[in-house]
């Protein structure tokens, strides 16, 4: 399974957010981060933050469970998520 989650916060909270992805990272060990991108969108003064991580097995309740603490970070704006099949690489 692939999954790709996108958090937009205000800016100076990117920081406190890619910590929450590693540490996430580092109590589920049968999840890899493949990816985890940061980009400014200036006029709005906000930080996107894109990670997407991949599991041999379905962690989708692990998941959910990310999205629900990052939803009650100060400084989030939106969290969204999307579960895809694993692409064999």
């Known amino acids: 399974m692939v999954f790709k ?10 920081i406190a957010i890619r ?6 990272m580092e109590s589920n060990p049968s999840l890899l981060l493949k990816s985890l991108i940061t980009a400014k ?4 003064k ?3 933050i ?5 599991s041999p ?3 989708q309740k692990a998941i959910l469970n990310l999205i629900n603490i990052l939803n009650e970070e100060p400084g989030v ?3 969204s ?4 099949p694993r692409i064999n690489d």
Request: glycine content about 2%; hydrophobic content about 50%; proline content about 0%.
């Open 41 to 44: 969108q200036e006029a709005l």
């Open 77 to 79: 704006r939106v969290v």
């Open 5 to 14: 989650i996108n958090v937009v916060i205000t800016f100076g909270k990117n």
């Open 19 to 24: 910590d929450m992805f590693v540490k996430f």
């Open 50 to 54: 894109t990670a997407q991580m991949v």
């Open 46 to 48: 906000e930080i996107e």
């Open 57 to 59: 097995v379905n962690q």
């Open 81 to 84: 998520w999307d579960k895809e």
